[in-house]
């Protein structure tokens, strides 16, 4: 059976090199992931209000045709995209009166929800499904010498239920890097907010945060980042231009989607195109350490 | 048939505002049986006491039944009223028409009503009852005291002081406990060694006290006053008689491992000594960690002994022991300061637990009582206390306040500041609780006088950069998020019962709360007693509490063991099972049943007997029994069935 | 000025919506301040989240309804997986925030957006801060 693969909305766009890398590095793992049919936006940000059912229809609408396609899994990539449909999930299946209402009110659709199609995030199914180890031997080109800090942000650790590891001291993304031959760095804000949303109001407060997290990772010993939200990406990534601008002794630093760093170690050709959706350029980091 | 004396109290108002307790007297007044009855305000009192006793000289009652509250409060005050009437106490009954009637209810006519057949079912119970008399027993006049810490020694000081003996048993090679850990003492600062290894040294000396250390108690049979104890001691290889401490054999023994009693902050060999004033001062070979016990694996200590006392071929050993008394002062452990990675404990060696913290300032301790820095050995100028680490915390660890952690955190403050006059402490906190005696004035002169900051607020997280420790937390008192460049941070960690306390616990099949603390037989009224009669709690293992605390519980416990170990019997309640020879068929389904090992089927007879020391009388072989042949006293089978007929009829 | 407090302040409807919309009990707080010094914008706001559970408590609610704070949270949920009490603390942000958006009044106006902007910012940005903050 095929993974189901849910892109969302900025995985078309600004995060295309997310998704490139993802398929092509799940292709050559034997794991394609299978784009699903007539997909449309999870929701972006799970309403946490108990009252107003409507907010959670986006996501459900998903699950439900997935469901009908017949996928017991939904991988997503956007660790926005996994806390949204994941907790819309819980929350209705939690409930029957809602459940209920829901599908009363998704009346045009093929079938009724049930709940049976499973959301979980690329990077559950690498270690979980595929292992880290089988991984490791496939590694053609290891991260050798690269120290990297991987940031998790909010939505893959938080609320704890659905955290795909530890909530507080997480090690997943860090054993992947390993795995790839490079040096996982733990950094003291890899689990803070980068400012989300408020980017498009309250720019100041994002470059603030984009500061003090590359900062963060730069006292770590972190030469680039990796994450796995394009909310979080575009924070820390295009933030950065403010960031120079209004602080005078910032440097820089590169930021990844994981799976660009997967490919370029699993031995699959580093696409130029990749280069351009990044801010900071990527590239003379990469080829300092003989990567590309 | 019996002249039975009836008794409503009004209880005040808490029954006559909702029992109508004139219509009663007057409804049961034909009641057969009933020869006598009244209602009165408070039958309890003096006087309420007083007419009972004149109603039945006067009438020749034969039995009375009370109409007023819950047996568990005044059963014994009117049990004492019919024998001073020359009546059996067991002919008396209660008609608990308080806590399951008047206190329930609010409608006037049916509580009344149901009053009334409550009353009935007391008197149809109490036509059948007979006259019983107390079980009793002689009891073993000794104790044992489990734990030697400083609630364990000062029970068994206490208990030996008055003449008896105690057997003490302690898990570690040592007795101490957590409070030989301790530098000085809030509120009053005394050195902790200095006023407890006196205390050590008499357990000791003492003629009455019998020690027994790395030992632990394997099973207790019996009953109150006559407990039956085995202990099981690890092998000795180092002879105590023999080791004359000259500690040739560390410098020998190739083996390091992290020193537990310094807290893993220094190493010990695995044959030492666990602190200079050890009772018993010996060595203790650990046999976890060395090489191997033959000349072969290393056998170096043994080799270097001149005084001989290394035998490797020695073994555990199984003590027994006969006891009156137990008494548990098996002492906390810190909360595991692993569950709270954001704290860093373990990443980050400048992040350390209170513990580690008092061995730092202890004149003994690994750096001789003068302030490093595990990391690099610097002298912190700048250093936070995090309190409440691990307690208050009812969604991730513990629900309840550790109760000691406010007032050791401002010690540690204050002695800090005493040795590097120029650092600045810092407390985060978020209640201060310092109600004992000089404690809030311990508290205020550290603010006014020693410049000990006190910042409002639970911290979220604390990391490293460069070589600092960033501590973030919150002033929720002036509304301000708060960052300290800190060069050591001390975790104020909540306490929890001690691992030894678990295992114990297990073992004996003693109750303890939803914590795994001891739990006490009522938390007013008895607080030093366990609810298994002949158990008896001191110290931190009940509860959360500090040393004066922990001392005065210890000698309560030692007062309630004395009442037990100076009578020469002790008095069961005949309320028990008997068992109907005619009847029985040996089948012994009901030996199985009983909790309490009191039943055994006699292979000459095939009849089960009841040991009616140890039964006690919770009624499980009687529903067990097909045969009918196991009774409860005064609640036999007809008496249960003409109750409930009262009942069934609703008349 | 000093803060009126009467029995009928305290508890007002007002604050059984909010507890309603969220789930949570204001009561359930007893102010450690942990939300505050977790939550990566506390600087930014003009209530810390503990305070803005204390006013709740206190019945002040307009206060919050006009405060900076509920818009400047960035639903990161810190303060929720940290609450010794359980309490979602950003659940109840989120109540504030709704209950202002319900009467259409948001801080965020689509046409505001400068058209630069818009052409950087990823889709996601703008849905998620349109969720959030447009009434
Ligand atoms: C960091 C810190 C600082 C403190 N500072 C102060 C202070 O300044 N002033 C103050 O008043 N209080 C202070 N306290 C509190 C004080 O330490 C305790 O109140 C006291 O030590 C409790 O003594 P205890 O005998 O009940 O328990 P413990 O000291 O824990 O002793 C229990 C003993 O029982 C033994 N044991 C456990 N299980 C078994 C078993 N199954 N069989 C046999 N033996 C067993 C243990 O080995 C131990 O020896 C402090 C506590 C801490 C953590
Ligand atoms: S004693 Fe003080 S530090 Fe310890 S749990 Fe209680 S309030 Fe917190
Ligand atoms: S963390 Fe919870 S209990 Fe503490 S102040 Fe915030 S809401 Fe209140
Ligand atoms: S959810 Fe909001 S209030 Fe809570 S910590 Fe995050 S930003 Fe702060």
Redesign the pocket.
């Known amino acids: 059976m095929k993974l189901g693969y849910f892109p969302g909305c900025t995985l078309k766009t600004n995060a295309k090199h997310f998704e490139d890398s993802a398929m092509q590095v799940m292709e050559l793992l034997g794991q394609p992931l299978e784009e699903m049919e007539n997909w449309i936006c999870c929701g972006t940000v799970f309403s946490m209000t108990t009252d107003d059912l409507m907010l959670q229809l986006a996501s459900i609408r998903n699950l439900l045709r997935a469901e009908n396609q017949g996928y017991d899994e939904l991988v997503t990539l956007c660790s926005m995209c996994y806390n949204t449909l994941k907790r819309a999930k819980e929350f209705i299946l939690n409930d029957e009166e809602n459940l209920r209402k829901v599908n009363d009110f998704m009346y045009r659709e093929e079938a009724k929800f049930k709940g049976t199609t499973d959301v979980v995030h690329l990077l559950s199914i690498l270690k979980d499904r595929i292992t880290f180890d089988e991984i490791k031997n496939k590694v053609t080109k290891p991260l050798t010498d690269l120290k990297i800090g991987a940031y998790y942000g909010c939505l893959l650790v938080r609320p704890k239920e659905l955290a795909i590891d530890d909530f507080e001291d997480p090690t997943i993304m860090e054993e992947l890097v390993d795995t790839l031959g490079g040096e996982g760095v733990v950094f003291p804000y890899r689990l803070e907010c980068c400012g989300a949303y408020q980017t498009v109001t309250e720019k100041d407060v994002t470059v603030k945060r984009t500061y003090e997290i590359i900062n963060s990772a730069r006292n770590a010993g972190c030469e680039a980042l990796i994450t796995s939200c394009p909310l979080c990406a575009f924070n820390l990534d295009q933030r950065q231009k403010e960031t120079s601008e209004e602080f005078l002794e910032f440097s820089t630093m590169p930021v990844f989607y994981f799976t660009e760093l997967m490919a370029i170690a699993l031995g699959l050709k580093w696409n130029k195109d990749w280069k351009k959706l990044h801010y900071i350029n990527p590239v003379p980091l990469l080829k300092e350490k003989g990567l590309i | 048939m019996k002249k039975i004396g009836v008794f409503i109290c009004h209880c005040g108002i808490n029954i006559k505002d909702t029992v109508d307790v004139e219509r009663l007297t007057i409804e049961l007044e034909n009641y057969p049986g009933v020869a006598y009855i009244e209602n009165y305000m408070f039958m309890c009192s003096d006087p309420g006491q007083n007419h009972i006793q004149d109603a039945i000289r006067e009438n020749k009652l034969d039995g009375v039944v009370v109409a007023a509250c819950s047996p568990t409060l005044h059963e014994s005050t009117f049990q004492a009223v019919l024998k001073e009437s020359g009546l059996n106490e067991y002919q008396m009954e209660i008609a608990n028409i308080r806590e399951q009637c008047s206190w329930v209810h609010t409608d006037i006519e049916q509580a009344t009503h149901k009053a009334k057949l409550i009353i009935k079912t007391a008197i149809e119970k109490l036509k059948l009852n007979e006259s019983l008399y107390p079980v009793s027993a002689p009891v073993t006049k000794k104790a044992l005291v489990?734990?030697?810490?400083?609630?364990?020694?000062q029970a068994a000081l206490d208990i030996a002081d008055a003449g008896f003996e105690v057997i003490m048993?302690?898990?570690?090679p040592s007795?101490?406990?957590?409070?030989i850990q301790?530098s000085?003492?809030?509120p009053t600062l005394d050195c902790?060694q200095c006023i407890l290894t006196p205390k050590m040294v008499a357990i000791n000396k003492h003629k009455n006290i019998k020690l027994y250390v790395n030992?632990?108690?394997e099973s207790i049979d019996g009953y109150i006053g006559n407990f039956n104890v085995k202990i099981k001691q690890k092998a000795l290889y180092v002879d105590p008689h023999k080791c004359n401490l000259c500690d040739d054999c560390t410098e020998v023994c190739p083996v390091l491992v992290p020193n537990e009693q310094e807290e893993g902050l220094s190493w010990r060999k695995a044959i030492y000594i666990p602190f200079p004033q050890a009772i018993p001062a010996t060595y203790t070979l650990d046999l976890e960690n060395c090489l191997g016990l033959e000349p072969i694996a290393c056998g170096k200590c043994r080799e270097k002994c001149t005084a001989e006392a290394i035998n490797y071929d020695a073994a555990d050993m199984i003590i027994e022991e006969e006891v009156g008394a137990v008494i548990i002062?098996?002492?906390?452990?810190?909360y595991p300061v692993e569950n709270i990675p954001e704290y860093g404990y373990g990443k980050y060696p400048d992040v350390i637990?209170?513990?580690q913290?008092?061995r730092i300032l202890s004149a003994t301790g690994p750096t001789g009582g003068e302030i490093y820095r595990p990391s690099d050995g610097k002298v912190p100028k700048e250093i936070v206390f995090v309190q409440c680490s691990g307690s208050r915390d009812p969604e991730h660890h513990l629900s309840y306040c550790s109760k000691?952690?406010c007032?050791?955190t401002l010690?540690h403050a204050k002695l800090y500041k005493h040795k590097v006059h120029n650092g600045q402490p810092y407390i985060f906190y978020i209640d201060i609780r310092a109600g004992g005696k000089l404690y809030e004035e311990f508290v205020q002169q550290a603010v006014s006088e020693e410049g000990i900051l006190y910042i409002r607020g639970k911290v979220a997280k604390i990391y490293k950069e460069g070589d600092k420790m960033i501590v973030v937390g919150m002033d929720t008192l002036s509304g301000k998020k708060i960052e300290i460049k800190a060069d050591l941070v001390v975790l104020a960690?909540g306490?929890v019962p001690?691992?030894?306390?678990h295992?114990?616990v297990k073992t004996l099949k003693i109750n303890t709360d939803d914590k795994g603390f001891l739990s006490e037989a009522h938390p007013k009224l008895r607080p030093v007693e366990s609810l298994q009669a002949g158990f008896y709690l001191?110290?931190?293992?009940q509860g959360p509490?500090?040393?004066?605390?922990?001392v005065s519980q210890a000698s309560g416990a030692a007062a309630k063991a004395l009442i037990l170990l100076s009578s020469d019997k002790i008095y069961h309640s005949p309320i028990i099972a008997s068992v109907d020879e005619d009847l029985c068929s040996g089948c012994a389904i009901c030996v199985g049943t009983c909790p309490y090992g009191a039943r055994e089927l006699n292979e000459v007879s095939k009849v089960v007997e009841v040991n009616e020391i140890l039964c006690e009388g919770c009624g499980a072989c009687i529903s067990a029994c097909p045969s009918g042949a196991a009774q409860q006293k005064n609640l036999t089978d007809d008496q249960i069935d003409n109750m409930i007929q009262i009942i069934a009829s609703g008349k | 000025m000093s803060l009126k407090i009467t029995r009928e302040k305290i508890k007002n409807s007002l604050v059984d919506k909010i507890e309603e919309i969220s789930g949570q009990n204001v009561f359930d707080c007893y102010q450690c301040g942990i939300c505050s010094s977790g939550c990566p914008v506390t600087d930014y706001m003009d209530y810390s989240p503990n305070q803005v559970m204390r006013l709740l408590q206190l019945g002040s609610v307009d206060e919050i309804l006009n405060s900076k704070t509920i818009w400047i949270c960035s639903t990161c949920l810190q303060c929720s997986t940290r609450c010794p009490k359980g309490i979602e603390v950003a659940q109840v942000m989120e109540a504030l925030r709704t209950i202002n958006l319900r009467q259409r009044e948001g801080t965020l106006k689509p046409e505001d957006i400068k058209s630069k902007e818009l052409k950087d910012l990823p889709p996601i940005a703008l849905v998620s801060a349109f969720r959030k903050l447009t009434g």
């Not at chain 2, 002062?329 to 810190?334: E, Q």
């Not at chain 2, 509490?545 to 922990?550: A, H, K, L, N």
């Open positions: 489990i734990g030697g810490g400083i609630s364990g020694i048993v302690e898990k570690k007795i101490g406990g957590h409070m301790l000085e003492t809030f902790s030992s632990e108690v002062a098996t002492g906390f452990d810190l637990t209170s513990l913290f008092e000691i952690c007032m050791y010690k960690m306490i001690s691992e030894g306390s295992d114990l001191a110290g931190t293992s509490r500090d040393i004066p605390d922990s």
